[in-house]
C-alpha cells in the first residue's frame, strides 16, 4: 500500500501503442514523490515503535565542501574587512559523520540509537532524522530512474546513453522543492537515469544544474505557509471532511481498532481534526509499514495494518485533501495553478521548437519562457523532485483523480510527455534499439490520422490596442494622454496551438485519459489518453493563476476572498 510496486517493462508491442509510428516524442516532464522516509513526528511509542531509526546509512558517509584556502596574504587577526577572490579561493571536500544527541536519564544528553532488540541497538552511527529519507527510500528512488533510462534511453532512444560532454544542462532541467528528502530522491532518481560511468569529463567536473526556489515562491508543491487563500479553503476542506467523517461508521470502526494506542491529549476516539489527526496516524502508519520487513522495533501492531484499517484511513484522508481540487476552481489556482501552467508553458515551447508551422508560437513561448534561456527550446526531459500533495494535486485538478483513489504512494511520478504527428513521409516502423529485445517483432506502420478540428479557444479580454495590429508600435503611447507602462508579454496558454502537437499523461507507468480531452477533436483519433496540445492548454488555462502584472499574479490571487468561504462550488471536476 505504501511503497509503489512497479508494472513490469513495456513489450514491444505495448510500445508500438504507446509511442505511435506517427507521434514523434518531443519532450518529457517528470513530477515524483520522494522515495521512503521516516514519519515526520514521533508517534505510539506506546504501541512499541522507537521513535530512532537506523536507516539511513548516509550518516555514516556525509560530504560536504568547505573554504580552505581564501587566496588572501592579510593576517587571519586582520581588522580590514574581508574578501573572497573566487579565482584563486581553494575549496575542498570535508567528509564527516552525523550523530544525533536526545534527552537520556535525567535530560542528560546522549546519542540515539536504534530500536534495543535490533541488530543496530548499539549503533548511533546511521540514526535517521524525523521525515527523512530512508535506505530503503534511497534504493527505490535509484530504481525509478533506472526504470527511466531503460525506457527513454534503452528502449525509445529518445535521450543519449551518455552526457554529452558540452550541454549536458540543455539536456535536462532538474528541480526540487526545499525539503532534504525530496532533493535526495531526486538525485538519485538522476543516479538511475544516468549512473557513474555515463557523465562526460565535463559533467563530472562541473556537475549539473538543479534548482531550487525560496520556499515563498515554491510551486512544486501546494503552498499553504505562504498562500493564505490556499490555507484558508484547505481548512474548510479539512472541516467538511471532519463534519462528514467524524461520527459515521468508518470513524467508529477505526476507533474500534485503533483508539487504544491513542493518548492524552486525545480523547481516545480517532478524528480527521484529532489529536493526531487521522492523516497524521495514516503518514505513521505508511512510514511503518514501508519498513516493517526491517525489524520488530520499527513496526506497529498488526491493527495498523489490516487491509480494512489501511483502506478506510486511505478514503477519508484522501477526500480531506484533495477534494478541494474537484470542487473548486479557484482551489485549483491557488493550489497547484501555477505549478501546471509552467507545466504547459514548457510543453508549448517544445512543441514550438519542433513544429515548422509555429513561428508565432515559437515567439510568444521565447518571450515567456523563464527557466530557458532566449531563442533556445526546452531541455528533453525535466525531472522534479516533490511530494505526495504535488502527485494528488495534478490528478485532482485535471480531473483523473477521481473519488475513491488511493492516497499517492512514495516514488509516485507522473510522466507529461509531448509529442509532434510527423509528416507523411517521415512516418516510420517502430524499431527497438539496439539495446532492446532482438527477438521482438516490430509494429506495422501506421498512417498519420486525417487533422482533426480543433476546439474553437474561448475569446480572450484584451486592451484596445491589440486591435490595432497594423499601427506602428509607437501609437497606442501616443494616441493615450497619459504615459503607457510597458504590456506584458504575450503568454502561450492564452493562444491556440498548432494542430497535430500532443500531449500524453502516465501515472506510474499507466496512461491517463483526461476528462476535458474526450471530446472529438480534443485528442488523437482512435486514443483519448493523447490530449491535444491545444485543449491541454485550455484546460489549464482555466485555472493557471493571473501573471503578476494581471492582478498581481499567484501572490495576488492568494489574497483574495478571504474569509468568504468556497465561493466557486458549481463546478465538480472528478
Keep these: 500500500m505504501t511503497t509503489l510496486v512497479p508494472r513490469p517493462p513495456y513489450t514491444q508491442d ?4 504507446l509511442y505511435p509510428a506517427q507521434l514523434e516524442l518531443k519532450h518529457v516532464q517528470i513530477i515524483l514523490r520522494h522515495g521512503e522516509r ?19 546509512s548516509i550518516a555514516r558517509r556525509m560530504l560536504t565542501t568547505a573554504l580552505t584556502s581564501d587566496s588572501s596574504t592579510s593576517s587571519p587577526y586582520s581588522t580590514s574587512p574581508p574578501a573572497l577572490d573566487r579565482k584563486t579561493a581553494r575549496w575542498d571536500a570535508l567528509p564527516f559523520r552525523r550523530k544525533f544527541e536526545t534527552f537520556g536519564p535525567n535530560d ?21 532524522l524525523p521525515g527523512e529519507l530512508t535506505d530503503l527510500g534511497r534504493v527505490t528512488t535509484l530504481r525509478l530512474g533506472q526504470r527511466l533510462r531503460h525506457l527513454y534511453v534503452e528502449q525509445l532512444g529518445f535521450l543519449p546513453d551518455r552526457l554529452p560532454e558540452k550541454g549536458a ?16 530522491s531526486t538525485q538519485q532518481a538522476l543516479t538511475g537515469l544516468y549512473p557513474p560511468g ?5 559533467a563530472a567536473s562541473t556537475g549539473l544544474d538543479i534548482v531550487a526556489r525560496d520556499y515563498s515562491e515554491e510551486n512544486l508543491v501546494p503552498n499553504d505557509p505562504t498562500c493564505r487563500r490556499f490555507r484558508e479553503l484547505g481548512q474548510i476542506f479539512a472541516q467538511r471532511a471532519a463534519d462528514k467523517y467524524n461520527t459515521s461508521p468508518e470513524m467508529a470502526f477505526l476507533t474500534k481498532k485503533l483508539g487504544k494506542y491513542l493518548q492524552p491529549p486525545s480523547d481516545g476516539r480517532v478524528k480527521v481534526d484529532g489529536k493526531p489527526r487521522l492523516s497524521g496516524i495514516m503518514d505513521t502508519t505508511n512510514a511503518a509499514l514501508a519498513h516493517r520487513h526491517l525489524g520488530s522495533g520499527t513496526s506497529l501492531p498488526g491493527e495498523f495494518y489490516e487491509e480494512k484499517v489501511r483502506a478506510t484511513m486511505d478514503k477519508i484522508v484522501t477526500e480531506e485533501w484533495f477534494a478541494g481540487y474537484r470542487v473548486s476552481r479557484e482551489y485549483r489556482i491557488v493550489g497547484i495553478g501555477g505549478l501546471m501552467a509552467d507545466l504547459t508553458r514548457r510543453a508549448l515551447a517544445a512543441a514550438a521548437a519542433a513544429s515548422s508551422s509555429s513561428s508565432s508560437l515559437q515567439q510568444t513561448t521565447t518571450e515567456t519562457r523563464g527557466e530557458e534561456e532566449r531563442g533556445r527550446s526546452p531541455q528533453k526531459l525535466c525531472l522534479a ?5 504535488t502527485i494528488g494535486a495534478v490528478l485532482a485538478s485535471l480531473g483523473c483523480f477521481p473519488e475513491g483513489s488511493k492516497w499517492p504512494r512514495f516514488t509516485a511520478h507522473v510522466a507529461l510527455e509531448t509529442f509532434v504527428a510527423r509528416s507523411s513521409a517521415e512516418t516510420t516502423t517502430f524499431t527497438p534499439t539496439a539495446s532492446a529485445s532482438a527477438s521482438a517483432s516490430p509494429s506495422p506502420s501506421s498512417p498519420l490520422p486525417p487533422p482533426q478540428t480543433q476546439p474553437q479557444p474561448q475569446p480572450q479580454k484584451s486592451s484596445w490596442s491589440s486591435y490595432l495590429p497594423s499601427l506602428p508600435s509607437f501609437l497606442p503611447s501616443l494616441l493615450s494622454p497619459f504615459p503607457q507602462t510597458a504590456p506584458p508579454p504575450p503568454d502561450p496558454l492564452d493562444h491556440p496551438t498548432p494542430q497535430n502537437t500532443y500531449i500524453r499523461l502516465r501515472y506510474n507507468d499507466h496512461p491517463l485519459t483526461l476528462p476535458g480531452c474526450r471530446s472529438p477533436g480534443a485528442h488523437l483519433d482512435g486514443d483519448q489518453t493523447f490530449c491535444t496540445l491545444d485543449a491541454f492548454r485550455r484546460v489549464v488555462g482555466g485555472f493557471a493563476p493571473p501573471r503578476e502584472r494581471e492582478k498581481g499574479g499567484w501572490r495576488g490571487v492568494c489574497g483574495e476572498n478571504l474569509g468568504r468561504g468556497v465561493v466557486d462550488e458549481d463546478e465538480d471536476e472528478g
Aim: with cysteine; proline share 11%.
Design 14 to 17: 505495448e510500445l508500438a501503442k
Design 38 to 56: 521516516t514519519p515526520v513526528k514521533a508517534r505510539f511509542q506506546n504501541a512499541g515503535l522507537h521513535p530512532h531509526w537506523p536507516y539511513c
Design 108 to 128: 542528560l544528553p546522549v546519542l540515539a540509537s536504534g530500536p534495543p532488540d535490533s541488530a543496530s541497538a548499539h549503533d548511533s552511527s546511521s540514526i535517521c
Design 169 to 184: 544542462d540543455g539536456l535536462l532541467y532538474i528541480r526540487s522543492t526545499p525539503i532534504p528528502r525530496a532533493l535526495e
Design 198 to 202: 555515463t557523465w562526460s569529463a565535463q
Design 385 to 389: 523532485g516533490a511530494h505526495d500533495t
